[in-house]
């Protein structure tokens, strides 16, 4: 899965609790970061990112890249700012989003029920 925050703190310690968790975690400080790895490998399995981070693009942008880019990756975001402010940023109803302080339970039971999810579903088109 790839980690996208731009706090190096809480970049830490999310990707020690998803690795806890039993994730490979890759982290990226960035959107453009995230973008780069998101080019490079096929691997990531799972997106998480904070929509609030600075430079060119903001995690609801990465998010919107990735639908295009990467259709069928999931991602989810997490912020410290109200869901409703956030709409207005374009975070959609449909979109999978936790609010900080992350309830790191609730996400864990997110990824894992999304990635077995896909899995299944991209099994089942290869055996189709």
């Known amino acids: 899965m ?4 731009d706090e190096t703190l809480i970049r830490l310690f999310a990707s020690d609790l998803l690795r806890d968790a039993g994730f490979e975690v890759v982290a ?10 998101l080019k490079s490998t096929d691997q990531i399995d799972f997106v998480l990112t904070d ?3 600075p430079g060119v693009m903001n995690g609801i942008a990465l998010g919107n890249w990735i639908r295009s880019n990467r259709p069928g990756t999931p991602v ?3 912020s410290g700012v109200l869901r409703s402010k956030l709409a207005e940023l374009g975070l959609r109803e449909e979109d999978a989003y936790f609010a900080k302080p992350v309830a790191f339970d609730r996400l864990i039971e997110h990824i894992n029920t999304v990635v077995a999810s896909n899995r299944e579903t991209l099994q089942a088109a290869a055996c189709g």
Do not use: K, N
């Open 2 to 5: 790839l980690l996208v925050e």
């Open 51 to 53: 929509i609030m981070m």
């Open 28 to 37: 990226a400080a960035h959107a453009g970061e995230a973008v780069t790895i």
């Open 76 to 78: 989810a975001f997490t």
